[in-house]
C-alpha cells in the first residue's frame, strides 16, 4: 500500500520560510516523480514543484523559481520542499503526489499522478 505522509506546514509571516517533508512508503522511489501541489479555495490544484528521483532534474513554475527548492533524500524515501520569502499567496493546502517514471512536460498535471498525500496547511499572514 502505497502512502505519502506529509508534514512541516504551519503558519508564518510574510518573508518567512517553512520546509516541508514528504515520506513514501510502499512505493518504488528511485526513477519516480515527485512533486509538490498546492490549492486554496476556489482554485485548481496548482503545481510549484517536481523532481525526478532518477536524475535530480527539478521543475518550478515561474511563481515559485528563486524561493522554492525541492531535493530529496533518496535513502530515506523523503522529498522536500523549502519556502523561502513565502507570500500571502502561497497560502494553501499543500499536497504531496508521486507517479512512477518521468515527470516531463507533464510535471505540473494533477491527473498523472498516481499517489497523493492527505495535505499539510501553509498559512502566510502579514
Known amino acids: 500500500q502505497v502512502q505519502l505522509m506529509e508534514s512541516g506546514g504551519g503558519s508564518v509571516q510574510v518573508g518567512g520560510s517553512l520546509r516541508l517533508s514528504c515520506a513514501a512508503s510502499?512505493?518504488?522511489?528511485?526513477?519516480?516523480?515527485m512533486a509538490w501541489f498546492r490549492q486554496s479555495p476556489g482554485n485548481e490544484r496548482e503545481g510549484v514543484a517536481a523532481?525526478?528521483?532518477?536524475?535530480?532534474?527539478?521543475y518550478y513554475p515561474d511563481s515559485a523559481k528563486g524561493r522554492f527548492t525541492v531535493s530529496q533524500e533518496n535513502a530515506k524515501n523523503v522529498v522536500h520542499l523549502q519556502m523561502n520569502d513565502l507570500k500571502p499567496d502561497d497560502t494553501a493546502v499543500y499536497y504531496c503526489?508521486?507517479?512512477?517514471?518521468?515527470?516531463?512536460?507533464?510535471?505540473?498535471?494533477?491527473?498523472?499522478?498516481?499517489?497523493w498525500g492527505q495535505g499539510t496547511q501553509v498559512t502566510v499572514s502579514s
Open positions: 523532481i525526478y528521483t532518477g536524475s535530480d532534474t527539478t
Open positions: 503526489a508521486a507517479k512512477y517514471g518521468a515527470c516531463a512536460g507533464s510535471w505540473s498535471v494533477p491527473g498523472t499522478y498516481e499517489f
Open positions: 510502499g512505493f518504488q522511489f528511485y526513477s519516480s516523480c
